[in-house]
């Protein structure tokens, strides 16, 4: 079992910035991936940012391309999202997720859900114009 807890967050003006931590415990295998998705109301959770930790690969959406940065400290088991730039349309309640194993056969699969079996509860953030 993988428990991940995520914190940070927050509101903040459009062309701010903002970050969102993920603390994981549990069991994680060598090989598994970890992501941030959003998911706005009335809408589909979308694969925001992931990265596969055996070999450091990461992928983007589209939509947060040069905006946003995924990072991971292994040694304390915690995953970030630094958002910069902000847009009113980047406003969603923001998961962490685990998958546990993983074995993406490309970089984007990283941001898709079908690959991920652990999702923390979200933190909420609001960008306002």
């Known amino acids: 079992q993988v428990q991940l807890v995520e914190s940070g967050g927050g509101s903040v003006q459009a062309g701010g910035s903002l970050s969102v931590s993920c603390a994981a415990s549990g069991y994680m295998s060598s090989r598994y991936c970890m992501g941030w998705f959003r998911q706005a109301p009335g809408q589909e959770r979308e694969g925001v940012a992931g990265?596969?930790?055996?070999?450091?690969?990461?992928y983007y959406a589209d939509s947060v391309k040069g905006r946003f940065t995924i990072s991971r400290d292994s040694a304390k088991n915690m995953l970030y999202l630094q958002m910069n730039s902000l847009k009113p349309e980047d406003t969603a309640m923001y998961f962490c997720a685990a998958g546990v194993p993983c074995f993406p056969n490309s970089p984007s699969e990283l941001v898709r859900p079908d690959e991920y079996n652990y999702w923390g509860q979200g933190t909420q953030v609001t960008v306002s114009s």
């Open positions: 990265i596969y930790t055996s070999s450091g690969t990461t």
